[in-house]
């Protein structure tokens, strides 16, 4: 990284080191493309009564399964990324966890279904061209797929408290040497399952704002508009859904007024399509399992339940 910045290496380190204590910036284990073939996932819209809306967020920044929390505008309050280890798991969880959730007035779940880019995708583009070109690795041929264990999930549990935690660290503390720690995290990070991405607060931002679009494509169009987005810059996220609507994406804009622009795209590239809701996210409680302050510094971390310690 040093050579891309033009700086050296401890002085990255020693920089990253102050980031990271100030809850400024922070590295995560996040969902790579290959990860709906080991895992699964599904986004939920939740009503809530204002007086228990305070003990709602609580509860679920609480919880592992339910990965990022915002609060939204819209017809709903929140916003929320659940994760889960297995078909069975996820269902348990939106049957038979929103009755220990205060204040709920109404609910609405997706089941996410195809991932055509996600946010460790996301590019800020503050880097020059060449720079950029400079941290870009060559991509290496994907490894056959295999079933995580038990020792995948703890070291992405580790992994997730410290996304910079050395090799006789992450052994250390899941009782393994180095050796095999780096064996099993290249596996899963090689396989596509998993990723690591940098997130940062909102001071970071650059001015940057959140907004998803939740459409209704025609199936024939519904591919095509979903790599659309995901080929755009500032696309964050666009997913396939099993729901009322069938495509979730989030863009990250400068002005509100740049959606107007993506939607008569839309209409012209996808007619007969509707937009269901357009939501702007007003704070970020948690994000990927680690939970945020009113400024979006990292406080603490819930590892995500990505996959089943078996």
């Known amino acids: 990284m040093g050579h891309a910045l033009g700086l050296s290496g401890p002085t990255v380190a020693r920089r990253w080191a102050a980031l990271a204590e100030q809850g400024l910036a922070w590295i995560t284990p996040a969902p790579g493309p290959r990860y709906l073939s080991a895992g699964w996932s599904a986004f939920i819209s939740l009503s809530s009564l204002p007086s228990e809306h305070e003990a709602l967020v609580r509860k679920l920044c609480s919880e592992p399964a339910f990965g990022t929390v915002s609060l939204v505008s819209g017809s709903h309050d929140l916003f929320v990324d659940c994760f889960a280890s297995s078909h069975e798991e996820l269902m348990e969880i939106v049957t038979g966890s ?132 995901a080929a755009l810059p500032n696309c964050r996220l666009s997913a396939q859904v099993l729901g009322a609507q069938n495509l979730l994406v989030t863009l990250w804009v400068r002005d509100y007024l740049e959606v107007q622009g993506h939607e008569r795209e839309l209409a012209e590239r996808a007619p007969g399509s509707v937009v269901i809701s357009r939501q702007a996210v007003v704070r970020i409680y948690k994000r990927l399992g680690h939970v945020l302050d009113g400024s979006g510094r990292n406080l603490s971390v819930v590892p995500l339940p990505l996959w089943r310690e078996a």
């Open 98 to 229: 929103f009755a220990g959730l205060p204040g709920v007035t109404h609910r609405e779940v997706v089941f996410v279904t195809k991932l055509y880019r996600q946010a460790s995708d996301w590019r800020s583009g503050t880097l020059e061209p060449a720079r950029a070109r400079l941290m870009s690795a060559e991509p290496l041929p994907a490894p056959e797929a295999y079933a995580p264990d038990h020792l995948d999930a703890s070291l992405l549990a580790e992994l997730a408290r410290d996304g910079r935690a050395s090799w006789a660290e992450l052994g250390a503390a899941c009782g393994v040497s180095p050796q095999t720690a780096r064996r099993r995290v290249e596996r899963f990070l090689g396989s596509g399952y998993m990723t690591l991405r940098c997130d940062t607060s909102a001071s970071a931002q650059q001015g940057l704002r959140e907004v998803s679009l939740i459409l209704n494509v025609p199936a024939h169009h519904v591919d095509a508009v979903g790599r659309y987005f």
